[in-house]
């Protein structure tokens, strides 16, 4: 069954046509055209697919469209304002924690809603907040480095 809903994407609203059983995931890159949001394993193994959901990490691969409803998503296109990449941007670039760039949205997106709650996190809750989050470039010594010197900003 297809249902026109509403979708909170970036502070913009945007109607859509769904079908029920459609992801976040395929919404956002399909219909919307926000391909930032990565598909990997489509099973909620590996975190690429990471956006906020009232700025909260959620799998978007996992999450139905129709239950976004209502609700503020950021995607990594959201984060940028006025022209301006987030300090978490910021840091990744300075860290030299992109390599081949698959994870970096949901890694920033992570790293974003750590620091949202805990703005001074330490090492391991950094590395425990990013658990979720899967790359196989880097060894995540960078990446957490990054989070890290985007706290102290």
Same mark, same amino acid.
């Given at each position: =069954?297809? #249902? =026109?809903? +509403? !979708?909170?994407?970036?502070? *913009? &609203?945007?109607?859509?046509?769904? +079908?029920?059983? #459609?992801?976040?995931l395929e919404v956002l890159r399909e219909s919307l055209g926000l391909t930032g949001t990565k +598909? /990997?394993?489509d099973l909620g193994d590996c975190g690429t697919c990471t956006v906020l959901i009232d700025g909260k990490p959620v !799998? &978007?691969?996992?999450?139905?469209?129709?239950?976004?409803?209502?609700? *503020?998503?950021?995607?990594?296109?959201? !984060?940028? #304002?006025?022209? $301006?990449?987030?300090?978490?941007?910021?840091? %990744?670039? $300075?860290?030299? /924690?992109?390599?081949?760039? %698959?994870?970096?949205?949901? =890694?920033?997106?992570?790293?974003?809603?750590?620091?949202? +709650?805990?703005?001074?996190?330490? *090492?391991? $809750?950094?590395? *425990?907040?990013? &658990?979720?989050?899967?790359? #196989?470039?880097?060894?995540?010594?960078?990446?957490?480095?990054?989070? !890290?010197?985007? &706290?102290? $900003?």
């Amino acid at each position: =069954m297809k #249902r =026109m809903i +509403e !979708l909170n994407v970036n502070g *913009e &609203s945007h109607a859509v046509i769904v +079908e029920d059983h #459609r992801t976040l995931l395929e919404v956002l890159r399909e219909s919307l055209g926000l391909t930032g949001t990565k +598909e /990997a394993c489509d099973l909620g193994d590996c975190g690429t697919c990471t956006v906020l959901i009232d700025g909260k990490p959620v !799998l &978007s691969c996992l999450t139905l469209a129709i239950d976004a409803q209502g609700k *503020e998503i950021t995607t990594i296109e959201g !984060l940028v #304002r006025n022209g $301006e990449l987030h300090k978490v941007q910021k840091a %990744f670039i $300075e860290k030299g /924690a992109v390599q081949c760039g %698959f994870c970096t949205p949901g =890694m920033v997106l992570t790293g974003k809603a750590l620091l949202d +709650e805990n703005p001074q996190p330490t *090492e391991q $809750e950094v590395r *425990e907040a990013i &658990s979720g989050n899967l790359c #196989r470039c880097t060894g995540y010594v960078k990446i957490v480095d990054a989070i !890290l010197a985007a &706290s102290v $900003e």
